[in-house]
Nanobody, 125 residues
Framework: QVQLVESGGGLVQAGGSLRLSCAASGRALSDGATGWFRQSLGKEREFVAA????????YYADSVKGRVTISRDNAKNTVYLQMNSLEPEDTVGYYC??????????????????WGQGTQVTVSS
């Protein structure tokens, strides 16, 4: 099992920045990826960004490209999501995921086996 714990969410004004963290523990996975998704009530989880552990390839949703950066600190086994120029539309819960998605599933929640509990981001206008 892999346990994921997100942190870093909170309230920020429009135009501000937040850095979300996803700390992983438990069974080590190889050749996997960590992804960030977001979800509002009554809607499906939406892909935000992902990063492969081997090679470090990154993937971003068009809606956040240029405003978001995903990175990883191997020593801390933690993945970060730096979000800049936040907009009120970014107000949702953000979830960290881990697994072994292939190229066609890396942008879909079905590609991941492990999920964190989520962290809320609220952007005020």
């Amino acid at each position: 099992q892999v346990q994921l714990v997100e942190s870093g969410g909170g309230l920020v004004q429009a135009g501000g920045s937040l850095r979300l963290s996803c700390a992983a523990s438990g069974r080590a996975l190889s050749d996997g990826a960590t992804g960030w998704f977001r979800q509002s009530l009554g809607k499906e989880r939406e892909f935000v960004a992902a990063r492969r552990w081997s090679g470090g390839n990154t993937y971003y949703a068009d809606s956040v490209k240029g405003r978001v950066t995903i990175s990883r600190d191997n020593a801390k086994n933690t993945v970060y999501l730096q979000m800049n120029s936040l907009e009120p539309e970014d107000t949702v819960g953000y979830y960290c995921a881990a697994g072994r998605p292939i190229i066609v599933t890396i942008r879909f929640s079905s590609g991941y086996n492990y999920w964190g509990q989520g962290t809320q981001v609220t952007v005020s206008s």
